[in-house]
Structure formats: C-alpha cells, structure tokens
C-alpha cells in the first residue's frame, strides 16, 4: 500500500486562496450582471391618474384635447416586423416592449392640438402605453391616411 502525502508551505496555501477567491468574485460579478440585465426595463414614470398623464404630456411640451380614449391591448409573444419597427422607436425614447411581450398594458389615447407643420391637427394623437400604473412607452402619430406619421414622445 502506497501514501501519498502533499506538503504546502504557508505561502503556497496563500496563494491558492487568492487565486480562488479572484474567480469567486468573477462568478459572483458575472452573475450579478447577467441578472440584471435579464430583468424588465422599468420607467421611473408612475402614470396612475388622469392628472399624471396629462402633466406628463404637459411636460413633453404638448397640448391636447381633455378628452381620453382607454383601451386594453395584449402585446404580443412575438414581434412582427411592424413590432419591431415600434419598439426601435420606444427605444430611441428609453423604452423597450420587449420585456412586456404576452401582458396585456393599457393604452391611453389623448388628442395633440399644438403639433405644428401639420394641416389636420384632428387626426394626431397620443399614445401612452401603461403597465401597472407604469409608463413603458408612447409615440405621437397622424391616423391620416395621405400622410401619416409615428414619433416618440418627445416634442420636436
């Protein structure tokens, strides 16, 4: 029968223990941000009230009609071209839908009356799409048919 023995000297053993904990804070860090970035993409832009929405849309420069249209929509589980057009528009904004995919958010539907350059002001509107009182994204658009148009939010 044969024995094998292993002889550290103190140094050595220090060195091991650097080495392994260098790695366990690479996993710890790598972990970290992939968890992160798997997370939804929240905005910080609480719209639970009327009032909210419309002092967003205030904010954003816009003037529109009191009058609100609200309707429910299901994003879907898979993105179209058309989608996918849309949701580079919500990124440039600082949205994104993707996170969203499959849930059902509410869309808030406000009349632009002050967006200039544009004949008929009665076909542009706003759109706010809502996730649990949660603004995750929007577009002003023209329903025109000659003409139409779709932009972020932001005034221009």
Known sequence: MKMLTLRLKPKTIFGLIL?????????????????KSSEKVMSTVTLET???????????????????TEKQVKIPAEFNDVYTRYNEIQKAQGFDLEPYKGQEVTVYTYNITNFSGYENRDCIFANLLVCE???IGGD??????????MQGLQKR
């Open 133 to 135: 009182n949660v603004l």
């Open 50 to 68: 009327n009032s909210q929405r419309e002092e967003y849309l205030t904010s954003m420069g816009w003037e529109f009609n009191t009058d609100c």
């Open 19 to 35: 080495v392994l904990t260098g790695v366990l804070v690479i996993v710890i860090t790598f972990a970290a941000n992939h968890i």
């Open 140 to 149: 002003i658009c023209s329903t025109s048919a000659s003409d139409g148009f």
